[in-house]
């Protein structure tokens, strides 16, 4: 068990170091960033979200259960930036949040786990 949360916020380190571009004083991705990116179909905007879901899919699951996704078979990534993009559109006033709250919860929505 221990070995999995270690290697959870490996990942998640990884993760956010590798997301985070720009100046320290931007530093994380927050909506309005995820937005611009993922509205102009950029390859920062891919490679966010497949981390994120290759993230989600291989750890959450294990280190909290409450936070699984279960993706189908055959998603694509245009799916994922689709049902990201829809989130940041219909809730302009949660574009403040991480961008990793925000694409997580949409995503969760989208393709929730059986219980």
């Given at each position: ?6 290697r959870f916020f490996a ?33 920062l905007c891919d490679a ?68």
């Amino acid at each position: 068990m221990l070995r999995s949360w270690l290697r959870f916020f490996a990942l998640t380190g990884i993760f956010v170091f590798l997301c985070s571009t720009g100046s320290r004083a931007e530093g994380y991705w927050d909506g309005n960033k995820l937005f611009a990116e993922c509205r102009e179909a950029t390859k920062l905007c891919d490679a966010y979200l497949a981390g994120l879901a290759d993230m989600a899919a291989k750890e959450m699951g294990v280190v909290l259960p409450s936070a699984a996704v279960c993706f189908p078979e055959g998603r694509s990534l245009r799916q994922l930036r689709d049902i990201v993009l829809k989130q940041l559109k219909d809730y302009p006033q949660g574009r403040g949040e991480p961008a990793v709250y925000i694409a997580l919860t949409a995503i969760k929505e989208a393709w929730p786990c059986p219980k």
